[in-house]
């Protein structure tokens, strides 16, 4: 198996997030649509291996070495689980990453078993912080509650 464009999740998620809700503002103005000068948001793709993923994650901790394989296997476990929505934002004109935001479901035994929803945000650098500040902000309503549990578990998330 090669790397390909194929993502995480369905990228529609991201525009069904009500991002009205957010309270931070920046300027320039960013959104999920134009999230800067050359700024692509969207899910994260095996492709994105060779564009500096592992890099990004590389800021917060040793990230060891990670092969092809390793990687394209860990990538197929979170996108089956459902339970993953690694979400990048890519500089086109480099072809590389620059930041990174992860929000995982987290299943619990307590509160009658709830879900509790973990964002992880990974910026590169000071712009990139902006954004990675407003998609967190926006990632506090963990994408709506995942878009109100996935339209009440009919788990349309997934492709």
């Not at 990453?97 to 879900?115: D, G, N, Q």
Request: with cysteine; glycine share 6%; proline share 6%.
């Amino acid at each position: 198996m090669k790397p390909d464009e194929t993502p995480m999740f369905d990228p529609n998620l991201l525009k069904e997030v009500d991002w009205s809700q957010n309270t931070a503002t920046f300027s320039p103005a960013i959104s999920p649509a134009y999230p800067g000068e050359g700024l692509v948001l969207r899910p994260l793709c095996t492709a994105d291996l060779n564009r500096g993923f592992l890099k990004v994650l590389g800021q917060l901790t040793e990230t060891g070495v990670v092969n092809p394989e390793q990687f394209m296997k860990s990538f197929e476990h979170m996108k089956k689980s459902g339970d993953y929505y690694v979400t990048v934002v890519e500089d086109v004109a480099l072809g590389r990453i620059v930041a990174t935001a992860t929000l995982i479901v987290e299943h619990k035994f307590i509160h009658s078993c709830a879900k509790a929803y973990k964002p992880y945000i990974l910026p590169m650098s000071s712009y990139q912080l902006q954004l990675s500040l407003n998609v967190a902000c926006n990632r506090a309503s963990s994408l709506n509650t995942v878009i109100f549990s996935e339209r009440k578990s009919g788990r349309r998330g997934r492709q």
